[in-house]
């Protein structure tokens, strides 16, 4: 009887449970960091994504940009994760702000303990995004 369940799963793709959590779900969002070594993971979920996709026609994947430092290294790590045509990237990326961090500490959202920084604008614009991403707009 709920609108939205949200299951954070482990980023193990060998454990069964973002399998399973991916068969029961109607979207994925799949967290990258711009660096080589996640791009290079991205393969591994692909095929993950794909049986999932195989089991549960519905399910719609994006994926977002996280923990995004500054430099031109990083913007060509996002422009290959942009050029991936599997997956949908959202439009926002996430900084590599503290703010993340110091919430998870506190067991608290950005919202409520960092509400006007750039940090809570990006958690704002990623919830519009993803609202317009599963109604297909």
């Not at 791009?39 to 994504?49: G, S, T």
């Not at 026609?57 to 994760?81: F, H, S, W």
Request: hydrophobic share 40%; with cysteine.
């Amino acid at each position: 009887n709920y609108d939205c369940i949200i299951i954070d799963c482990p980023p193990v793709i060998q454990s069964s449970i973002p399998w399973h959590a991916l068969c029961a779900s109607h979207i994925g969002i799949i967290p990258v960091m711009p660096s080589g070594d996640n791009i290079w993971a991205l393969h591994e979920v692909e095929v993950l994504c794909k049986r999932a996709q195989a089991e549960n026609p519905d399910l719609k994947l994006a994926t977002i940009a996280c923990r995004v430092p500054r430099g031109k290294i990083y913007e060509m790590y996002l422009q290959n994760l942009k050029e991936n045509t599997f997956f949908h990237m959202l439009p926002t990326t996430l900084s590599q702000s503290i703010a993340y961090s110091e919430s998870q500490t506190y067991g608290t959202c950005i919202s409520m303990t960092h509400k006007k920084t750039t940090a809570a604008k990006e958690i704002k614009q990623v919830v519009d995004e993803l609202i317009q991403f599963i109604e297909g707009n």
